[in-house]
């Protein structure tokens, strides 16, 4: 079981609920005051005095007095009305985080909502029971309504859940479960889709899988460093040092580790002419320690996202008051997202042109063209070279920001809006692009480290080679290659590379 704190949850924990299935509780040290909320919401409810959300419609309609005996139609109301989500379902193991980050907003006891509605997320999420949440309709302004709206519907009884690999009715889902429909108290259903939940967990998402790639690139470009007989004196620890960017000194460490040893590089480390390597080979730790340390700061602004209350209005127990604010824009998620993208990118940019150099005999130190031992009757690695500069084409196109896109919406009241959504979705296809650049990275590295023997590279770098030829053989005559170049990316995806290599960094 995954017992979450609010307030104090770490990565590593939500990594933990994304990647694996079973049980996630809430720490039930968070129950008092929840309950000391919920009595407040209650007690607004009844009373004269206008709340927003609470006995007001929404919106535009903030102004129009709602009678205590029409509380819970007000919260199913608003429930339907909002399930206006559409395009292809979010994926069962982001949903699970999306719960996740709702029961820790929740369980700071500033929504006002009742423990049975924690303790009902609890419960589906024990049961496998995940909503069905349409990815598009959220503008990240009023938090992510549509999305959350969906997750909030399955609650209810509403809308489609997935069980067991199947889409179902949630009514007969819940049914199944012995789980009933929850009936809505006063601002339970505001409170249950205002928030940025779905961007974060989205944005996490890429978060966890950008780390990955992150790991995985410092490993294949020591291969390639190798594999074009690169010269390892920008590594040295004093360059990175004098800068005092800690990703770059981390990079420079990680290579310097990955490559100690190899025959390679010591059978050119005399008599090598070459004054410089190009810049994809010499400012490695430069740009993929700049990358690091860009997704440093988006991972520290979403895990303080995750631990936050963005729904409104809110509750503050202390001063006895219930005040309308606006937690629930997505700006933080929103600008995350936009830098893990631009690091998404120049992961991809710079691993492309080590591509580049590997292919071409003009370009690199005596391997044969295109990594191919018969050029001119096969093709080698000609397209998949081809390959990479499409994909990292479009990693650069969908790297643009997405927060600056603000446009107004709901009768102009929500008038700056985050795009938070659209930022954070577009990452899982760039996550995607950037592991099939690295995977073809990887297989040309390899190709090019072994046209060196009888020189070896060194005992880790081997392990990443071995690991590789257990699933792709080396190329000799033309073969059809896209299987093999998934494995490769496959391979970058769970996290192998940087396992079998040892290598780990700091996040």
């Not at 699970?96 to 009902?120: C, E, N, P, Q, Y």
């Not at 479960?177 to 409170?191: D, F, Q, R, S, T």
């Not at 594999?227 to 800690?246: D, F, Y």
Request: with cysteine.
């Amino acid at each position: 079981m995954i017992v979450l704190d609010p307030g104090a949850t770490t990565l590593e924990t939500l990594e933990a609920v994304f990647r694996e299935s079973g049980s996630v509780r809430l720490n039930p040290g968070a129950k008092p005051v929840v309950d000391a909320a919920a009595a407040m919401v209650s007690e607004a409810a009844m009373g004269r005095m206008p709340v927003y959300g609470v006995n007001t419609g929404f919106g535009k309609l903030a102004s129009t007095k709602i009678r205590p005996d029409d509380t819970a139609a007000l919260q199913r109301n608003l429930i339907v009305s909002h399930c206006c989500g559409t395009g292809e379902p979010l994926d069962e193991s982001t949903t699970r985080l999306m719960m996740a980050l709702k029961l820790l907003s929740l369980g700071r006891g500033a929504s006002g909502v009742r423990w049975d509605v924690i303790d009902r997320i609890e419960r589906m999420l024990e049961r496998a029971l995940l909503p069905v949440v349409p990815t598009q309709g959220s503008v990240g302004a009023s938090g992510d309504l549509a999305p959350l709206a969906h997750f909030t519907a399955a609650m209810i009884g509403v809308g489609e859940i997935h069980q067991s690999g199947r889409r179902m009715k949630a009514s007969d889902a819940l049914e199944s479960a012995g789980i009933k429909p929850l009936v809505l108290g006063p601002k339970e259903g505001l409170g249950l889709i205002n928030g940025t939940q779905f961007s974060n967990a989205c944005a996490l998402k890429a978060l966890f899988d950008a780390w990955r790639m992150a790991e995985a690139s410092a490993v294949i470009a020591a291969l390639s460093t190798d594999a074009v007989m690169g010269s390892t004196a920008p590594l040295i620890s004093e360059i990175h040092e004098l800068r005092g960017h800690a990703g770059q000194i981390d990079v420079a460490h990680a290579m310097r580790t990955l490559m100690q040893g190899s025959e390679i590089r010591e059978s050119h480390r005399k008599g090598d002419k070459r004054v410089q390597d190009p810049y994809c080979i010499r400012c490695q730790p430069q740009v993929l320690g700049a990358t690091l340390d860009t997704l440093r700061i988006a991972a520290r602004t979403l895990e303080i996202e995750a631990n936050a209350v963005t729904d409104n209005p809110l509750v503050l127990v202390k001063l006895g008051k219930i005040v309308s604010g606006g937690n629930f824009h997505a700006e933080y998620v929103g600008f995350a997202a936009d830098q893990i993208a631009l690091a998404l990118a120049e992961i991809g940019a710079i691993a492309q042109r080590r591509v580049a150099l590997m292919v071409d005999p003009t370009l690199n130190f005596d391997l044969p063209p295109f990594l191919t031992p018969e050029p001119g009757l096969n093709s080698g690695f000609m397209m998949a070279e081809i390959t990479t500069a499409a994909l990292m084409s479009e990693n650069k196109h969908l790297a643009n920001p997405c927060v600056t896109d603000s446009t107004p919406t709901s009768a102009n009241q929500e008038d700056h809006v985050a795009m938070s959504a659209h930022g954070a979705l577009r990452l899982h296809r760039m996550c995607t692009n950037l592991s099939v650049i690295l995977g073809i990275e990887m297989l040309c590295a390899a190709q090019g480290i072994e046209a060196r023997s009888p020189f070896q590279t060194s005992t880790r770098l081997q392990q990443v080679l071995t690991a590789l030829r257990t699933e792709v053989p080396p190329l000799g005559k033309d073969r059809y290659l896209a299987p093999e170049i998934e494995t490769a990316a496959a391979l970058v995806r769970s996290g192998t590379v940087a396992s079998v290599a040892g290598l780990r960094l700091h996040r």
